[in-house]
């Protein structure tokens, strides 16, 4: 078993995907913002177009890093050698394997990627995974895939609820998405890594909602504690990155709260009480939290920015 | 040709020892009878209700409704040597807790089969999961034989007891437990028997309007097995669970738009603020082969009331 430790949790609040085939998309997508494009070359590419969209489709990720963004491309889980011979350059931080199946997958994939990073000059072990758990049997065996490659970064539900047909209960929850969310954010927790997605309700549909809505979706899934989330439209982009950035207040608050809880841990205090709450070791880790996630933030924006205006890029 | 969906819209959980009940479960409509050994059946009769069960069978399926039976979670082997005869579709096993209990009650019935003439197979297995360990071990039960068809529970009375939560509360206590088992069923292809929550604060059993929202609820959310305790259920689950003239109209509809989107290379579509796509496609094919099924059970449904009658009269 390898549990992913030293990974550093990057900023990935928004995954706008961008059909493959759709290269004009490309050149709006690398002005929306978005903290990673995803180059589709399975949901929104037929099966018609695939063999155009693989063409060039490198150059394309070439051209997106240089606007700021990181750069995945999500590929089929059954066309592995296709997708990833097309795709993999160093520009490419990594791969989102869709509809996956199996751990033999994974496999197939952390081989493929081990050659071709040899092939093309790329660092050993740089490529990252982010499995979509989108079937029964993958969210089954989510905690053998999430460790079946030191290279997953990552788990989302993709499109779960289209793939599994999961449609609104009355109360406009989807039907079993609480329960499979809770289990990858677990899952995803006890492995070292990244839960992506965001807590959707009707009307909301397979990555499509409102920017109002989006907004929504991306708040009660920072709640549950993903840490962004994918969409289709660039208008979705904006709502994802507040939606998951902790707000101004939350901040200032977090750190009043702990400014007054470190000084009553000098006079030698385990907790104080504020108003009507207890404010004791974790709730100050948790304030702690909230304002480190806030100043990564900070920092993760404004070296975009810098990236988007053409300034050098510092070091990191 | 593709195995017949089965068809459990509707039933009546009954107890076998209550002759005004099974003499007039025909009539009922039900697309099952299934036929209670354990909680409704009194402990001193437990010997004797085993004796009913191979008249009873022929009895409720006269008017074209499956015969199950529910079996007493500790009095497997002899439950079962009294009621597995030739009609008889499924064992409902109460209880499940573990794969061996499903691996002990798969090795009965198929030497059963064998003895009594009944093609090999045809009996089903319901395991149903009613306790903590139960849920812990759902994956395991519910592939533990090629007999368990349906897969669910973690939800009602026992449920209730063994995690000691309230039954009737206006949330769903058992997301956890009900997502484990329902997880399970979708990952072996299992038809799930688990519901959508609505809310029933009173406990009514026989509730018409009631039993329609929650069958309709279940519906709309991909379920198709129903069953109940009250007659009034009957047809208000048969016709939740059941797809609309309307539904299908629509299915057909998004069938035509898919064709001409696949035609044009395009993934998804917008139309009328209803998006078509391969995920839709799907769904509406899934629903036209549901509705195929539920009108092929009713037709034969029909005609079996119908040649009782003919007898009858």
């Given amino acids: ?316 | 040709m593709a195995e017949e969906i089965g068809v459990h819209r509707s039933g009546l959980t009954m107890p076998v020892v209550t002759p005004r009940f099974v003499d007039n479960a025909w009539r009922r409509g039900c697309d099952f009878i299934n036929l209670d050994l354990e909680d409704s059946v009194p402990q001193h009769m437990k010997g004797y209700a085993r004796t009913l069960i191979k008249d009873a069978i022929a009895n409720v399926t006269k008017g074209g409704a499956e015969a199950f039976t529910r079996i007493n979670h500790d009095l497997v082997q002899a439950d079962l040597e009294g009621i597995v005869w030739p009609g008889l579709s499924k064992v409902n096993y109460p209880k499940a807790e573990y794969p061996e209990e499903i691996e002990k009650l798969d090795r009965i019935i198929s030497r059963l089969e064998r003895e009594r003439g009944i093609r090999p197979g045809t009996v089903e297995i319901g395991a149903n999961i009613e306790t903590s360990v139960g849920v812990a071990n759902a994956y395991d039960i519910a592939s533990a034989s090629p007999r368990v068809k349906e897969f669910g529970g973690a939800g009602g009375y026992d449920m209730s007891r063994d995690l000691g939560v309230e039954m009737f509360v206006g949330f769903d206590q058992f997301v956890y437990g009900k997502g484990e088992v329902e997880l399970a069923a979708r990952a072996l292809g299992l038809e799930p028997h688990t519901a959508p929550f609505t809310a029933n604060t009173t406990g009514s059993v026989g509730d018409p309007d009631r039993a329609f929202r929650e069958a309709e609820a279940a519906r709309k959310c991909g379920f198709r097995v129903g069953g109940g305790l009250h007659p009034n259920v009957v047809e208000p689950q048969t016709r939740g669970f059941t797809p609309t003239q309307e539904e299908v109209a629509e299915a057909h509809q998004t069938l035509d738009q898919y064709r001409k989107l696949e035609v044009s290379g395009e993934t998804w579509a917008d139309i009328d603020g209803k998006i078509i796509d391969r995920y839709e496609a799907a769904r509406a094919r899934r629903l036209l082969e549901w509705s195929a099924a539920c009108a092929r059970r009713d037709q034969a449904k029909a005609e079996a009331v119908a040649r009782v009658e003919a007898v009858g009269e």
Wanted: glycine share 6%; with cysteine; aromatic share 4%.
């Fill in chain 1, 1 to 316: 078993m390898t549990t992913n430790t030293i990974l550093p949790q990057k900023i990935r609040r928004s995954w706008l995907l961008v059909p493959a085939s759709q290269k004009e998309r490309s050149v709006t997508a690398a002005k929306s913002n978005a903290d990673v494009v995803l180059l589709d070359l399975v949901e929104f590419v037929s099966d018609r177009d695939k063999p155009s969209a693989r063409e060039g489709i490198a150059e394309t990720v070439r051209e997106l890093r240089e606007g700021g963004a990181e750069v995945f491309v999500q590929v089929d889980s059954e066309l592995l050698y296709a997708d990833l011979h097309a795709c993999v350059c160093p520009e490419l931080t990594g791969i989102v394997i869709a509809h996956l199946e199996s751990i033999a997958q994974i496999q197939e994939a952390d081989t493929l990627l081990s050659q071709l990073e040899d092939e093309r000059g790329i660092l050993s072990g740089a490529l990252e995974i982010v499995a979509s758990l989108e079937t029964a049997q993958a969210n089954q065996d989510a905690f053998q895939i999430a460790t079946a490659s030191p290279r997953i970064s990552g788990l989302t539900l993709g499109r779960a609820e289209l793939v599994m047909d999961l449609r609104p209960e009355p109360s406009g929850e989807i039907h079993l998405m609480q329960y499979l969310m809770q289990r990858l954010i677990t899952v995803a927790g006890a492995v070292g890594v990244q839960p992506y997605g965001a807590w959707c309700r009707e009307p909301d549909r397979g990555l499509l909602a409102t920017p109002e809505n989006t907004s929504n979706a991306a708040i009660r899934g920072r709640a549950v504690g993903f840490k962004g989330s994918f969409c289709v439209l660039e208008n979705q982009v904006e709502p994802l990155n507040s939606g998951f950035t902790p707000g101004a207040q939350e901040v200032d608050e977090a750190s009043q709260l702990l400014k007054q809880y470190q000084a009553a841990v000098t006079e030698g205090a385990a907790s104080i009480r504020i108003a009507d709450r207890i404010f004791d070791a974790g709730a100050s880790l948790q304030a702690q939290a909230t304002i480190d996630r806030a100043s990564k933030i900070a920092v993760h924006d404004q070296a975009k920015a810098d990236a988007q205006a053409g300034r050098p890029v510092p070091a990191p």
